[in-house]
């Protein structure tokens, strides 16, 4: 898991966990939710936003919207291994300031939001079929 990965490398840092995924209206549509935050203070603290797949950027944007009720962070930094291009324009319009670093470009969405090539719905599915 990247997270973890994170975690080895930085080992004295602090790390929090998010729940955020695609709630399907239909099969088109679907919206972000995010339902768990665990976090510690993160006022003056560098914040990595780790994510292993930016498709549309929304989890992103709605993981940090979320994180940063427990304070302000001196800087933000967001990780991932494959981006779609509009998500990555998508994140640097909302969050300009942010230094993003990902592995892999991919150049589009599909219909279903889906980077492609991609991995279709592989980061909501890593742990089994929703319930």
């Given at each position: 898991?990247?997270?973890?990965?994170?975690i080895?490398?930085?080992?004295?840092?602090?790390?929090?966990?998010?729940?955020?995924?695609?709630?399907?209206?239909?099969?088109?549509?679907f919206?972000?939710?995010?339902?768990y935050l665990?976090?510690?203070?993160?006022?003056?603290?560098?914040?990595?936003?780790?994510?292993?797949m930016l498709a549309?950027?929304k989890?992103?944007?709605l993981?940090?919207?979320?994180?940063i009720?427990?304070?302000?962070?001196s800087?933000?930094i967001?990780?991932?291994?494959?981006?779609?291009?509009?998500g990555?324009?998508?994140l640097?319009?909302?969050?300009?300031?942010?230094?993003?670093?990902?592995?892999?470009?991919?150049?589009?969405?599909?219909e279903n939001?889906?980077i492609?090539?991609?991995l279709?719905d592989?980061g909501?599915?890593c742990?089994?079929k929703?319930?």
């Open positions: 898991m990247i997270l973890q990965s994170f080895n490398y930085f080992s004295k840092a602090n790390a929090a966990y998010i729940s955020a995924y695609r709630n399907h209206i239909n099969e088109h549509e919206e972000v939710k995010v339902e665990a976090a510690p203070e993160i006022t003056n603290k560098v914040l990595i936003l780790v994510d292993p549309t950027g989890s992103l944007e993981s940090y919207q979320a994180i009720k427990n304070g302000t962070p800087k933000v967001i990780a991932a291994l494959i981006a779609s291009e509009e990555l324009a998508y640097t319009k909302i969050l300009p300031n942010a230094d993003i670093y990902i592995a892999a470009l991919d150049p589009q969405l599909d939001s889906y492609v090539p991609g279709g592989a909501d599915l742990f089994g929703k319930l």
